[in-house]
């Protein structure tokens, strides 16, 4: 792993069923952009005021979607344990869903969705795996913490980078939520690794 850290929120984690990215220390970056020029017009009008909003509109989409998709992923689960997991970040989406609300609002700009094809077919990869294993196995569960991890490394990803760009346009405030929500994704995707690696792909593997 490179040492570089100024910039390791931008991106996920490397593997599927790893540790997802190193904490986000915000404080120094801060730091730098305090003096940032904050005009309200001017900021609106640049190109990348316009990506940060859109890419908000996205990840807003995407959440909803994952609200939804969290639902059947928790029924078609085959253990307790995975059950409790997705209900509790479902829980947690929903919450993720108000803060960016709140984002919208602390920069003036109302809350849109917009569709989003990544996320539609990471879930829709999520479903075909639901349809192609058997109920009640255990094979089902790891595949569906593989297929719920690629959701939580999309959102790592925006996220990480979302953030990095609030601080950067010296919205410090929107930076915070943005890493509030960044950092149970990234809880998230632990603890989906520890639940596979504790004993659901050993089991899995024991299956025919
Ligand atoms: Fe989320
Ligand atoms: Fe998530």
Redesign the pocket.
Known sequence: MATKTTENTNTAASASNSASTGAVSTADKKMKVDNASVDGDEMKNSSLHKFFVSSLKDIYFA?NA?IEALEKMQQAATTEELKDAFEDHQL??KK?VSRLEKVFKLIDESPEEKQCEAIKGIIKEGEEIIKSTQEGSMTRDAALIIAAQKVEHY?IATYGGLAQLAITMGHDKVADLLEK?LQ??EDTDYNLTEIAETFINFDAEQED
Do not use: D, L, R, V
């Open positions: 959440e994952i947690q989406t993720h959102e929500t149970e994704e």
